[in-house]
């Protein structure tokens, strides 16, 4: 039980770190068609002639990356090991 709960708070810190980058990029202007995401772009910014659209394979790209930065933090993380 232990362990799920330090998966499940290493799981949640990684996705708020990454919603934090995602949206605090500081990238975003007003009229120039960026892409927005970290480490890659999941969002395209329309410009006055152009439509913006949603990039989903960013997107996931960027969740798997999350999810594979957590596993590697708890295999990485020191367990103690107790005796009965």
């Known amino acids: 039980m232990r362990f799920m709960l330090k998966c ?12 934090v980058m995602q ?3 500081g990238s975003h202007c007003l009229d120039c068609g960026a892409r ?7 969002v395209q910014d329309g410009t006055y002639t152009t439509h913006g659209q949603f990039l989903w394979m960013g997107l ?12 590697l933090t708890m ?10």
Do not use: E, Q
Request: charged share 15%; hydrophobic share 60%.
């Open 23 to 25: 949206f605090f990029d």
């Open 8 to 19: 499940a708070t290493v799981i949640a810190l990684s996705v708020v770190v990454f919603a």
């Open 75 to 84: 295999l990485l993380w020191p367990s103690r090991k107790t005796s009965k």
């Open 60 to 71: 996931l790209a960027d969740l798997a990356i999350a999810v594979c930065l957590s596993i």
């Open 36 to 42: 927005r995401g970290f480490p890659l772009a999941y």
